[in-house]
């Protein structure tokens, strides 16, 4: 089942911490997003495997935007 | 920067910066430990002797002699009078123009010890400093301790050597409600709720000073070593031009011989510090009002705590790293875990046991900025909390509530009050430990001392000033160029930089746990390696008496 992982609030990609094909455990960090001048890390809901990177770094996202895909 | 981190891999980097936050929290403990190095040895080794030669010991060495032998004695307030001078308000000019700008301790010891396996609260006036004269910050940690003693029902033991009042700096400490006076009326009530006040004067104790002696339930005096009267001799020779001795006048042996006023008479400070141990044997034993269980260690010691603290206050946290090196067993029973997520994990709820005590858990996650989701658990969980009777431990690292368009229209305001409304009304003994930035409303939401915690203690990552320096720096900024183009000057845009860099350093500044402890804004720093026990201990000291049942008010929903 693929699990949408979404942006928590607006900011700005920092950086990406995982490619396409990574396995990935529940609470590890997959981007971080920088807004209110912090670096919030995004992490994953569920354990998984990266399907797809919807975003690269230094782009701006907006509230529930899609960043990253698990399956 | 970013080029340079790219080159390790993610798990190199963060194993790279936990080590570098390991080191800089055992440097940052190392310099907490020399700053109370100064109260515990003020005025040195001529202090010492000074008081040698009087047969008398510094005010420390008497509290351990007091406290039974084991026991640790769980000081409050020791950063008190750090730098008072430089401090902008509560100290500054009126400190400095007397040459009192550096008083580290404050000017007296307050704690909690136990002595006969009682819990009861200490006060000593620090003998070596000023000859134990009360300096407003004294008397701020007098009452400080007076009223955790009150809320705690402990017995209060004066271990009394104070020149009174220090005559310069009489404005801050005489006549208002706080100032000396409270010291006595305070006595009076909790002796008329039952809770013991006993005192063993060790020096003068003149004028006002004198009624610690004979507001006491019991008190002691020890031969040619202390003095109790309304005037001392100067004054009297003055007023009514009588020739007498301080020993004559109001030693030892006219108090509990003539006036009556004293209880007991010793010959020494040791036999003194006996006959308080004597009367404490007399308490009555207390309880723990709590479902204590064993104590189980945790799995991770305090340095995984360390690990774990990013050095930079304002750079993300994962509290579990924290949390699972408090609780017993490192086991954490977790409230609504999934909830919001991103957004609800903002803060942490849960339980845990501390050293056996049940004890609810409210902390700030991640970049600490509260968002509804986490704000709404937050209320949720302190209501349960309050319900239940379990006391709340407050990991505040919270820069504040999340701003902009979004949150206002869902709530965030409204949800943030329900969160200062809860912890407002939370009876149940609550313990606030800043652990990073407290800015804000934040500081409300998170029991900030307004919000009147049991206990409110921060660590050496704690910053404390009602935003950031950055943003302070920014607003002011905003604001003055507002004021400038306004009157039709232009701007200095040098100056400005100026001006921008000043507020941030003022905000540091003013932020610092030293600082926020030199005005006894809180209870005390407290290092990483002391974490659990102190914590623990404080609601142990909190859970003496009953837990009230909590009402909530007027929630919003």
Redesign the interface.
Known sequence: MAVEV?????GTIA?I?VEVGDNVRTDE?LIILE????????VA?ADGTVKEIKVAEEDKVD?NQVLLVLE | MAEERKKMTRAERLEAEREANLKHWLEQDELLFKHREESYDIGGQPQVERLAKQKKKPVRQLITQLVDPGEEFFEIGQDCGYDIGKVRLYGGEIYDSEKRGHIPGGGMVTGVGKVHGKDCMIFGNENRYAAGTYFPITLKKHMRAQAIAEASRLPCIYIADSGGINLPLQVGCFADDGHFGSMFYNMCRMSAMGIKQYTLSTGGNTAGGAYIVYLATESIMIEKMSFAFLAGPPMVKSAIGETVSPEDLGGAYVHTQHSGGCDHFVRSQDEGIQKLRDIMEFEPSQSLYTDRRETRPPKFDYKEMMRGTPVDTYKYINIKDTIKCLADDSYFHEYKPTYGPGRGDAIIAGKMWMKGIPVGVVASNASGVIYIDAARKATEWMIRCGNSNLPVLFLQGSPGYMVGKAEEWGGIGKYGSDMVRACSCLKSPKVTYVIGPDHGAANYGMCGRAFRPKFAFTNMRGRTTVMSGETAGFIVETVRRKNIIDKGQTVDEEDMKKFRQMMRDRYDAEGHPFYTGSINFHDGVIAFSEARDKLARAFEIALRVPVESSDWGDLKL
């Not at chain 1, 807004?35 to 995004?42: G, H, L, S, W």
């Open positions: 979404v942006a928590p609030m607006p950086e911490l960090e807004a209110m001048k912090m670096e919030n890390p995004i809901p509230t």
